[in-house]
C-alpha cells in the first residue's frame, strides 16, 4: 500500500524565517523598486510646460502615489497567483509567498488593502484620471488571469498598461491632448516588452533553465526580432511626428537625435551584447544610453522651458 505524501502548506514551506520579517516581506512584494515605471504619469507634465505650476506638479505627484499603490496590489495578487511557477524558478523561488514566508491570503489581503488605498486617493482626482486608475487595475487583473499567456496580447497589455498611465496624467493636470506622444508610448513601451521577451528566450539555453515562461514557447528570436524592429520604427516615427507638429519652437527636433540613438543603443544591446531583460538596470548600467537620456532630458527642459531657439523661423 502506498504512502501518501503530506500536504505542505505555504507556510510551512518556508524553511527559515524572513531576515527583516513579515513587514519586510509585505514591502517585497510591492516591488517598490518597479514602481519607477510609473514616473511616465509626469509626461504630461513636463511636455505642457506646467514644473512652474504648483497646483499641476501636487495633482501629478497624486497621480502617481495612485499608481504606485495600484502597482504594489498588482504585484501583490500576481505573485500569489504565480506562486507555484515561481517555486520552480531559480531567483523568483525567492519571493515571499513562492517561499512560503508569506501566506497566499496574507498578500491578497495587502492587495486589496494597495488598490482600495489607491482608488480612494483617486477621488481628489478629475473623473477621468480615476477611472483610468480602475481601468488599469481591471488590465493587471485580467493580465494576471490569462492574457500574459497570449503571444502578442501579453506584451499589448504591459505596453496599454503605460498608455493609461500616460493619459491619467494627462487628465490629472487637464493638459493638452497628443495623440502622438501616447501612440510613442505606447510602441515604445511594445518595444522594450518585446525585447525583455526576446532576451529571456535566448538566455534560457545559456543558463541551463528547463523552467520558462508558458507564452514563450509561442515565440521565436527571428519573430521576435522583427517586433523590435516594428516598434522601435512606429515609436520614431510617432515621437518624431509630436515634435513636427505640437511643438511649436523647432528647436524640439533636435530631441529627435537622442531618440533615435537610445533606441538603437538599446537595439544594439539586445542584438548584439544579449542583454535588455531590464531596461532600468540597462539605462544606469550603459553610459551611452544614460547619456542619450541625459541629453535627451536637458535639451527637452532647456526648449520647454528656457526658449532655447537654434532653429529660429524664417
Known sequence: MGVEAPVVSDVARSGAPSRGGVLQDLIGIARPRQWTKNLVCFAALVFAGDLRNMRAVLLAILVFAAFCLASGAVYAFNDVIDREEDRAHPVKRRRPVAAGRLSA??????????????LALSFVLAPAARWLIVAFLVLNLLYSLGLKRVPIIDVMAIASGFVLRVQAGVEAITAPQSAWIVLCMFFMALFLGFAKRRTELVQLPQAGR????????????????????FGATTAIVCYALYAVTVQANKTFLLSILPVVFGIARYMMLVLVEGRGEDP????????????????????????????LNLLPPR
Open 280 to 307: 532600468g538596470e540597462a539605462l544606469t548600467r550603459d553610459a551611452a544610453l544614460l547619456g542619450a537620456a541625459l541629453v535627451w532630458a536637458g535639451l527637452s527642459v532647456a526648449v520647454l522651458y528656457f526658449g
Open 210 to 229: 528547463t523552467v520558462r515562461r508558458e507564452v514563450l514557447g509561442h515565440y521565436s528570436v527571428d519573430f521576435l526580432n522583427l517586433l523590435l524592429v
Open 105 to 118: 491570503s496574507g498578500a491578497l489581503a495587502e492587495a486589496g488593502v494597495l488598490a482600495g488605498s489607491g
